[in-house]
């Protein structure tokens, strides 16, 4: 059975840093790509970051290229995502994401306020 587990979210003030973790159980270590992606209230999900296992290749959306880093432990089987210089704009609920067996998790809430 495929899961993914995310936990890290909470409240942070601008400018704070977070870290989300996602365990992922069920499938390969190996699996090639994993994402991140967000959905803020009463907008669509949205793509954040991808890692590919072999090489580490990564991927960001404009909006967090320079701020956030995506990361991948294959011994553990999770990936994480490093959140820095967090903006009220980047409130939302993450989601790891296994794009080879369309499996998501249940997410874990960031939100970024004074």
């Known amino acids: 059975q495929v899961q993914l587990v995310e936990s890290g979210g909470g409240l942070v003030q601008p400018g704070g840093s977070l870290r989300l973790s996602c365990a992922f159980s069920g499938f390969t270590s190996s699996t090639r790509v994993m994402s991140w992606y967000r959905q803020a209230p009463g907008k669509e999900r949205e793509f954040v970051a991808s890692?590919?296992?072999?090489?580490?290749?990564?991927n960001y959306a404009d909006s967090v290229k320079g701020r956030f880093t995506i990361s991948r432990d294959n011994a553990k089987n999770t990936m994480y995502l490093q959140m820095n210089s967090l903006k009220p704009e980047d409130t939302a609920v993450y989601y790891c994401y296994n794009p080879v067996t369309g499996s998501w998790g249940q997410g874990t809430q960031v939100t970024v306020s004074s």
């Open positions: 890692i590919v296992s072999a090489g580490g290749w990564t």
